[in-house]
């Protein structure tokens, strides 16, 4: 399981006061929304200020995840389902998503939560979507290690 040696996180996150836009895929709609209601729980949890932003695949994340970034987000959380198939397609859209995500964080100096889940097949989406009988909550884990490292950046910016 991808989920081995994870860090557990016993203090509770304090979002209070940072302003996160969530942004997510369409396509598997299934995992995707198991996705974006772990975000959704873990940013209640933390009383973080959140918005969510649906764009068509992920393909537009990096796009959208800037725009909001620059348009006055502390924190992006990016959430897709890519389900590899018979064709590079998913090598392609993979690669360009990741790359793009991480260009977005270090251009614009602000964290990007990574919840795009890689796959070969749609029971791993399932096992990591965060629902009734899943063994990860990848969307919870996204918003909060969005939320840790914005906390970090504010307080190493004073």
């Known amino acids: 399981m991808s989920g081995t040696g994870s860090p557990q996180q ?40 959140w918005s969510l932003v649906r764009v068509p695949g992920s393909f537009e994340l990096p796009l959208v995840s800037k725009a909001a970034l620059e348009s006055g987000a502390d924190a992006v959380v990016a959430l897709g389902v890519i389900i590899r198939g018979g064709t590079p397609h998913f090598d392609y859209v993979s690669s360009a998503a990741t790359d793009g995500l991480t260009r977005v964080a270090l251009d614009t100096g602000k964290p990007v939560g990574f919840g795009v889940l890689t796959l070969d097949d749609e029971q791993q989406g399932l096992d990591r979507a ?26 190493l910016r004073g």
Do not use: F, Y
């Open 10 to 49: 016993h203090a509770p996150v304090d979002g209070t006061g940072l302003r996160v836009v969530v942004v997510a895929g369409t396509w598997h709609d299934v995992i995707t929304d198991g996705l974006i209601a772990g975000a959704q729980r873990a940013l209640d949890a933390a009383r973080a200020t």
């Open 130 to 155: 965060g629902l009734e009988g899943s063994k990860e909550d990848k969307g919870a884990e996204a918003a909060d290690a969005a939320m840790r490292t914005a906390i970090v950046l504010r307080d």
